[in-house]
């Protein structure tokens, strides 16, 4: 008895899971590059009235340029994966 041979996974497939996966991290980097300078999401959010000192920290600009940068880092990393797998 032979082993089965592998099935194969349609392109259209193919595609279709790289143009969600890409969308999905574009959307996930513009939200977490805006969360931090959004007053009603991070000023009033409820782990930081929870926590006052931790919205000391949350308050703190460099905090937000991090955050910020990693939904920057995020849309780097889907437009290089839309880039990288274009042609395929």
Partial sequence: MGRPSPQRIPHWLVRTELYLRVLLRMYIGLAICYAPWSQLFWDQNPLFVQYPTLSI??????????????????IWIALQDAIRHRNE
């Fill in 57 to 74: 920290y949350a308050a703190n600009g460099a905090v937000r340029g991090i955050i910020s940068g990693l939904g920057l880092l995020n």
